[in-house]
């Protein structure tokens, strides 16, 4: 096997014929739309295989003689660029692959391409002169071959594109009169690209595939493409780690098949980095914040339709009264996120910044292992054991991130005012001044806001509750601020 290819999956290629495994029901169905004339779409989070399962769908329709276009909204602005785009698609895939009938293919198509490419027409015309277009070379009554489009990457469709909604009530119409089939790929339902529930829409004409990882028996079926033989014990661990994700079992396969350890260093890039892609896509969506809030403390905080769409992407299982991510590794970079970038804005900083500080000064007075020392009265040896348990797992598991992380980022809040307070004298006095009082006050009127914020509650908290505590936190910044300590929370330490 080439080191550099991997021949599960072209991480930016979809696969097809042979190399697609698995969505046999999905295919089936799909197949069956197309045939009928009807519309579907598939939707899923990044890399889930929506392109795959499209392609593999014309592919097999391209055997039983139907003429299938794909379609890219690629540098599409407009309804009429759209049909345009559509119409030369359409005519490269009638194109034969003899060489001597393409010639005669270009003079039977050459007064459209002419007038696609002179023509200023409207939206309305493109889509009349489209219709036209399908008529004559695809009519519904006759034995020559019926046209399937995919448009791949429906999303961009709501990207800087004039006539959205207008375009896809368009396609709701094409549907229902059965003129073509279509394929929409899309990380967003339709509910969401066309912002509306009524029973007129496109999402109530087509149906929905939900993209979700691969079931067990698929998963083993892709598992089974292994050259090396891949023992129990490993198949255990490649699906802990992905949950059958195909993207995510295709790379731990290839690295099984160079003889690759399955170690922290040669998969958590790679992961971290496509987590982040579900990041950005669900902060497309306005939901990344109730995601984590729900991945992480398990609060439901979403509306009807929400949660409905939401769950249609299955990175959540419901275990009892908990939620768990889809797999143990994504729900550890969640928890790693979180302790990372808090979940809160003002207070969050405000904590981070103290805990950076109080970490930095205790660790220049009384050493790198200060922590361990902190005596029962401060800290009880339960919590700081936890916390030290917490804090070494995560260096274990995310190398580097010491330099990012502190042993503080991984205890609970109170205990931050606890060490001011133990340690004021020996230590903060001289940095802070003679207000511990005043302090340790603040920290305490913060406790209750900051759970509730941290645990999805903020809905509990009144305009005037975050007003005070925002205050509060310009007070507790305002000794840092004097203290010369910078916004993240290092002083330069001096002999």
């Given at each position: 096997?080439?080191?550099?290819?991997?021949?599960?999956?072209?991480?930016?290629?979809?696969?097809?014929?042979?190399?697609?495994?698995?969505?046999?029901?999905?295919?089936?169905?799909?197949?069956?739309?197309?045939?009928?004339?009807?519309?579907?779409?598939?939707?899923?989070?990044?890399?889930?295989?929506?392109?795959?399962?499209?392609?593999?769908?014309?592919?097999?329709?391209?055997?039983?003689?139907?003429?299938?276009?794909?379609?890219?909204?690629?540098?599409?602005?407009?309804?009429?660029?759209?049909?345009?785009?559509?119409?030369?698609?359409?005519?490269?895939?009638?194109?034969?692959?003899?060489?001597?009938?393409?010639?005669?293919?270009?003079?039977?198509?050459?007064?459209?391409?002419?007038?696609?490419?002179?023509?200023?027409?409207?939206?309305?015309?493109?889509?009349?002169?489209?219709?036209?277009?399908?008529?004559?070379?695809?009519?519904?009554?006759?034995?020559?071959?019926?046209?399937?489009?995919?448009?791949?990457?429906?999303?961009?469709?709501?990207?800087?594109?004039?006539?959205?909604?207008?375009?896809?009530?368009?396609?709701?119409?094409?549907?229902?009169?059965?003129?073509?089939?279509?394929?929409?790929?899309?990380?967003?339902?339709?509910?969401?690209?066309?912002?509306?529930?009524?029973?007129?829409?496109?999402?109530?004409?087509?149906?929905?595939?939900?993209?979700?990882?691969?079931?067990?028996?698929?998963?083993?079926?892709?598992?089974?493409?292994?050259?090396?033989?891949?023992?129990?014990?490993?198949?255990?661990?490649?699906?802990?780690?992905?949950?059958?994700?195909?993207?995510?079992?295709?790379?731990?396969?290839?690295?099984?098949?160079?003889?690759?350890?399955?170690?922290?260093?040669?998969?958590?890039?790679?992961?971290?980095?496509?987590?982040?892609?579900?990041?950005?896509?669900?902060?497309?969506?306005?939901?990344?914040?109730?995601?984590?809030?729900?991945?992480?403390?398990?609060?439901?905080?979403?509306t009807t339709t929400e949660k409905e769409e939401f769950e249609k992407y299955g990175l959540l299982i419901r275990n009892g009264n908990t939620w768990n991510a889809f797999s143990q590794d994504y729900d550890d970079f969640l928890q790693n996120e979180n302790l990372s970038v808090p979940l809160m804005d003002t207070l969050g900083k405000t904590e981070r910044r103290f805990r950076t500080f109080i970490c930095?000064?205790?660790?220049?007075?009384?050493?790198?292992?200060?922590?361990?020392?902190?005596?029962?009265?401060?800290?009880?040896?339960?919590?700081?054991?936890?916390?030290?348990?917490?804090?070494?797992?995560?260096?274990?598991?995310?190398?580097?991130?010491?330099?990012?992380?502190?042993?503080?980022?991984?205890?609970?809040?109170?205990?931050?005012?606890?060490?001011?307070?133990?340690?004021?004298?020996?230590?903060?006095?001289?940095?802070?001044?003679?207000?511990?009082?005043?302090?340790?006050?603040?920290?305490?009127?913060?406790?209750?806001?900051?759970?509730?914020?941290?645990?999805?509650?903020?809905?509990?908290?009144?305009?005037?509750?975050?007003?005070?505590?925002?205050?509060?936190?310009?007070?507790?910044?305002?000794?840092?601020?004097?203290?010369?300590?910078?916004?993240?929370?290092?002083?330069?330490?001096?002999?």
């Open positions: 096997m080439n080191d550099e290819k991997n021949s599960f999956l072209d991480y930016s290629n979809p696969v097809t014929g042979s190399s697609f495994v698995g969505r046999k029901e999905d295919l089936d169905l799909l197949i069956l739309r197309c045939k009928k004339m009807l519309g579907s779409s598939i939707t899923g989070i990044p890399k889930i295989g929506k392109t795959s399962l499209a392609r593999e769908a014309l592919r097999r329709l391209r055997e039983d003689n139907f003429v299938c276009a794909e379609v890219s909204l690629e540098n599409v602005t407009d309804r009429a660029g759209l049909y345009k785009k559509i119409i030369r698609s359409c005519m490269n895939a009638l194109e034969p692959s003899n060489w001597l009938l393409k010639n005669f293919h270009r003079l039977k198509f050459h007064k459209d391409r002419v007038k696609l490419r002179n023509a200023k027409l409207s939206g309305d015309d493109m889509c009349v002169y489209f219709q036209e277009f399908v008529s004559y070379h695809f009519p519904s009554n006759s034995d020559k071959p019926k046209l399937v489009l995919l448009f791949d990457d429906f999303d961009k469709i709501r990207d800087h594109f004039n006539g959205a909604v207008t375009c896809m009530g368009d396609l709701r119409d094409f549907s229902q009169n059965h003129m073509f089939s279509f394929i929409l790929t899309a990380r967003r339902t339709m509910r969401m690209l066309e912002e509306r529930t009524d029973n007129s829409t496109l999402a109530a004409t087509v149906h929905q595939f939900d993209l979700r990882p691969l079931s067990q028996s698929d998963f083993s079926a892709l598992l089974g493409r292994s050259s090396r033989p891949v023992t129990p014990q490993v198949e255990k661990e490649i699906w802990d780690m992905t949950s059958g994700h195909p993207y995510l079992t295709s790379y731990m396969l290839f690295l099984h098949n160079k003889g690759d350890s399955f170690s922290h260093d040669n998969i958590r890039h790679f992961f971290s980095t496509y987590y982040q892609s579900i990041h950005s896509m669900f902060d497309e969506l306005d939901l990344y914040q109730k995601f984590r809030f729900l991945a992480i403390f398990g609060i439901l905080h979403l930095q000064q205790l660790s220049a007075k009384n050493g790198v292992d200060w922590f361990s020392r902190v005596p029962d009265d401060c800290i009880d040896p339960k919590s700081r054991q936890e916390i030290s348990d917490r804090y070494n797992r995560t260096l274990n598991k995310y190398p580097g991130a010491e330099n990012r992380l502190n042993v503080l980022d991984f205890s609970y809040f109170p205990h931050l005012s606890a060490l001011l307070s133990h340690y004021w004298t020996s230590v903060f006095r001289p940095i802070l001044g003679d207000d511990k009082k005043k302090i340790t006050r603040i920290f305490d009127k913060l406790i209750d806001p900051r759970n509730k914020e941290a645990h999805g509650l903020n809905f509990l908290l009144s305009p005037k509750d975050v007003q005070e505590y925002n205050q509060l936190c310009d007070e507790l910044n305002s000794f840092l601020d004097k203290a010369g300590i910078d916004e993240d929370g290092y002083a330069s330490l001096t002999e």
